[in-house]
């Protein structure tokens, strides 16, 4: 696991990496974002509604830079 200062030096980052880092974008820009984990898997969420009832999900290991 590397911090998001490390994964934007190195370029690249795996599942941990890459939802660590855009969960630390969320919360500068005042979102408050969760981190989900499945077996196997890590992936990013947030509530997309004040009333946190609707929730958005992104898989950073399909972005790409």
Same mark, same amino acid.
């Given at each position: 696991?590397r +911090? *998001?200062? %490390? @994964? +934007?030096?190195? @370029?690249? =980052? ?8 855009i =969960?630390? +974008?969320? %919360? !500068?820009?005042g979102?408050? *974002? =969760?981190? /989900?984990i /499945? *077996?196997?898997? /890590?992936f /990013? !969420?947030? !509530?997309? =509604?004040?009333?946190?009832e609707?929730?958005r999900?992104? %898989?950073?290991? !399909?972005?790409?830079?």
């Amino acid at each position: 696991m590397r +911090l *998001p200062r %490390e @994964t +934007l030096k190195l @370029t690249q =980052a795996n599942c941990i990496d890459g939802t660590l880092l855009i =969960a630390s +974008l969320m %919360e !500068a820009i005042g979102i408050n *974002p =969760a981190i /989900v984990i /499945v *077996p196997g898997h /890590v992936f /990013v !969420a947030w !509530a997309s =509604a004040k009333n946190g009832e609707r929730w958005r999900y992104l %898989e950073t290991t !399909a972005l790409d830079g």
